[in-house]
C-alpha cells in the first residue's frame, strides 16, 4: 500500500494514444505534471491537443522522447516520478508481422519500462494498462470459467501468434509484468484489464486506436446488412480514465481489476444509434446469421478466420466488474451515451457522411 505525492511528476508512456488523451486531461486538471513520453515530441501537430489541455488546466506537460523498444529511453521521462502509467502498446488487427508489429512492442516494451522502473529510486507505483484480452481470447472461453463469468483470476490461454495475435501480446506482456514486479519490493503493480474502448476520443483526428475503426463501420456502410451475433464487452474511455487515476492514487489499490461497464451484444450498439442516426447513416439493423458470416467474414476482413467464427459468433460476453466498483469508485455511465457521443464526434470531424 503506497502513498503517491501529486506534487512529484507522473510519467504517462504513450501519452498520444486515445486511451491515454483523457488520462492526461484528468492528471492537468488535477494539477499534475505530467511527463508525457512520446515517440515524436518534434511533431506539433500531433501534440497540439495535449499543449491545449495543458494551457487549460492548472497542471503541465512535459514531453519525452521514447520508444518501446529503444533500451533506455524512458530514463530521463521517469526521474523524479513516484507513479507510471504505462499505457503504450500498439492496439492494431491489421499487422503483417504479428511478433515484429504487436508481441515485441507490448512485451519488451513493457520489459523496457519495467526494468527502468527498477532503476529510477523515485518510483513508488507502476499503474499497467493490460485488456481483457489477457484475461480470454475468445467468447467461447467462457465457457471454461468457474461461474460462467471473466474474472481477474482467470488468463488467456487460447490466443497465439497465429491466431488473435494482439490478445496474444497483451497476455504476455501483463504477464511479463508481474514476472518483473515480484522480483522487487520498491514499486507495486496495479493493473487495469479494460474490456472494449468507446466513446469519443480527445484528439479525434490523430487516433489509430482500432476502436476508431470498429465504430466508424456502423455509418460507413459496411455492416449495412447486418452485424455479427456477438457479445462484447465495452466500456467508455473517459470511465477508463477515472478508473486509471484512481489505480494510480488510491493508495489500497491493488492487483488486476476488469475495466467494463456493459456485457452487451454487437447489436446493442448498432439499437442505441437508430433513434438519432438510424434514418440519415447506414446503422445495421439486424444480426447476420452465422452462415453468411462464415461464407463472406474471411473475404471481407483477414481478421475474421473460420476459427474466430467458430469461436466467437453466438457465443456471450459476461465480465464481472465488481471490483472496479468497490474498490476503485468507477460509475459506469450508460452505453447509449458513449456510442452516441463517439459516433457524433465521427460525423463533426467528417470521419463518416450522411448517405447520399
Ligand atoms: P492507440 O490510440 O493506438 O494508442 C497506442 C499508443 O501506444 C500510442 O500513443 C502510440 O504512440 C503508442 N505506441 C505504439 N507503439 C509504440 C512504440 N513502439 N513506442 C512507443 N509508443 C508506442 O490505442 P489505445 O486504444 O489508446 O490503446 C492504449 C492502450 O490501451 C494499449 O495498451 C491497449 O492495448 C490498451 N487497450 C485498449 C483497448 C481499446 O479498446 N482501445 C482495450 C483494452 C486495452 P504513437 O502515437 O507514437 O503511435
Known amino acids: 500500500m503506497r502513498k503517491i505525492d501529486k506534487t512529484k511528476p507522473v510519467l504517462v508512456t504513450g501519452a498520444t494514444g486515445y486511451v491515454a488523451g483523457w488520462l492526461v486531461k484528468k492528471l492537468v486538471e488535477e494539477g499534475c505534471r505530467v511527463h508525457a513520453a512520446v515517440r515524436d515530441p518534434e511533431n506539433k501537430e500531433k501534440l497540439k491537443f495535449l499543449d491545449d ?15 518501446l523498444l529503444h533500451k533506455g529511453s524512458y530514463a ?45 529510486e523515485s518510483v513508488k507505483r507502476v499503474v499497467l494498462t493490460s485488456s481483457c484480452a ?7 472461453d467462457l465457457q471454461q470459467t468457474p461461474n460462467g463469468i471473466f474474472t481477474e483470476e482467470i488468463w488467456n490461454s487460447s490466443s497465439s501468434l ?13 504477464k511479463e509484468a508481474w514476472e518483473i514486479n515480484k522480483k522487487q519490493n520498491n514499486w507495486d503493480l496495479v493493473v487495469i484489464n479494460p474490456s472494449l474502448v468507446i466513446g469519443p476520443a480527445v484528439n479525434p483526428m490523430g487516433v ?7 465504430i466508424k463501420q456502423f455509418g460507413n456502410g459496411i455492416l449495412r446488412t447486418g452485424v455479427p451475433k456477438m457479445g ?5 474511455v473517459r470511465d477508463l480514465a477515472f478508473a486509471h487515476f484512481q489505480a494510480g492514487f488510491v493508495s489500497a489499490a491493488q492487483g488486476r481489476h476488469i475495466i467494463n461497464g456493459h456485457n452487451t ?15 440519415t447513416y447506414p446503422i445495421p439493423k439486424k444480426e447476420m446469421p452465422k452462415w453468411m458470416i462464415w461464407l463472406m467474414g474471411p473475404i471481407i476482413n483477414k481478421a475474421i478466420t473460420r476459427k474466430f467464427i467458430a469461436r466467437n459468433i453466438g457465443y456471450p460476453w459476461v465480465g464481472d466488474n465488481s471490483k472496479s466498483i468497490r474498490e476503485l469508485g468507477v460509475n459506469y455511465r450508460p452505453l447509449s451515451e458513449s456510442i452516441n457521443d463517439m459516433f457524433q464526434q465521427l460525423i463533426d470531424n467528417k470521419i463518416i457522411q450522411a448517405k447520399s
Open 53 to 67: 489541455l495543458a494551457a487549460k488546466s492548472k497542471g503541465s506537460i512535459t514531453y519525452f522522447k521514447s520508444d
Open 76 to 120: 530521463e521521462a521517469m526521474k523524479g516520478c513516484e507513479l507510471v502509467f504505462h499505457t503504450a502498446s500498439p492496439f492494431t488487427m491489421d499487422v503483417k508481422d504479428a511478433q515484429k508489429e504487436l508481441v515485441d512492442p507490448a512485451k519488451l516494451g513493457t520489459r523496457n519500462v519495467l526494468e527502468e522502473a527498477n532503476r529510477c
Open 134 to 140: 489477457a484475461i480470454y481470447g475468445d467468447n467461447i
Open 162 to 174: 497465429e491466431h488473435l495475435a494482439y490478445s496474444y501480446s497483451k497476455t504476455l506482456a501483463e
Open 208 to 214: 489509430s486506436s482500432e476502436s476508431f475503426k470498429l
Open 232 to 236: 462484447w464487452g465495452i466500456v467508455d
Open 265 to 279: 451484444w454487437y447489436i446493442e450498439l448498432a439499437k442505441a444509434l437508430q433513434p438519432k442516426y438510424g434514418s
